[in-house]
């Protein structure tokens, strides 16, 4: 059975009260996604290629297994979208470590990296366009981990403490429902949130003692950013992404993985990151396919792959 079929009855039933009307015939003009580095289509590869030259470049620059494709790639390409980074021309806006509100530590920022946090993402693209959303386009916007990220380190340097990284999950989720309340009165019909993945489950905390703050955040966060949008009378294609990956994880050999707990890469020889994970960094030839995690927090090529097939469903199947 296909990913497509299996989801429609699970999440699409659960999900469309929320859900903007999408005709069945679907055709959109162009692609624009705002998010991290779990959409972000190679917004480092110009500061990359400064430092080792642009034909190797050109095989690095995403949070995955490089140079496979991630989610937002797939759809802009399936829908008719330019599927370059926006500094190179694309309507993908994404870029690795932004947040939602407030600025990523420079230790979060990849080569030549500037800050540009959910806000700036949209900004570039309305101006780029007169101030007005394209209402025949196709949007998503998928932020939240990374302000997490940054909740966690005020919470270890004494900062913050539990009850504040708490309290302050529906004032984050609340600042994206703003940013796309922006995005709707600008013009846009169709777009898509995303929600969090368990966090806590990733390898970079799974087993330790972040690991339950992660899951009340991603959880909380969730719960925040659906019920900000419903109360807000702002309708979306909701991605539902938690309960996919949840799924993939609980029944991987259904899904071709064989390996959910190591990393695709060899980060000895990627600085830790997915980001300059070639295929020659790879710890198998066919590891881009059969792993879950790139690196400790990012997927394979094989899951962006069924992250786009999750997008397909949500707009194709209705």
Known sequence: MSLKKRLIPTLVGATLALSASVASAVSFNGVYIFGDSLSDAGFYRPGIAALVGAPSAAALGKFTTNPGPVWSELIAQYYGGNAAASNAGGGIYAQGGMQVTGNAPASRLGPGGTQRPMATQITEYLTANGGVANPNALYGVWFGANDFFSQLEALQAGSLTVAQVQANVPVIAGAEVAQIARLQAAGARYIMAFNLPDLGATLVFSGGPAAPLASGFSAGYNTSLFTG????????????????????????????????????????LTQGTSLFCSQAALVSANAGQTYFFADGLHPTTAVHAIFADLVKSLIDGP
Do not use: Q
Not at 236 to 265: H, K, M, Q, S, W
């Open 229 to 268: 949008l419903k109360s807000a009378n702002i309708k979306v294609i909701p991605v539902d992404i938690a309960t996919l990956v949840g799924e993939l994880r609980a029944n991987p050999a259904a899904y071709g993985f064989t390996n959910t707990t190591g990393t695709a890469c060899n980060l000895a």
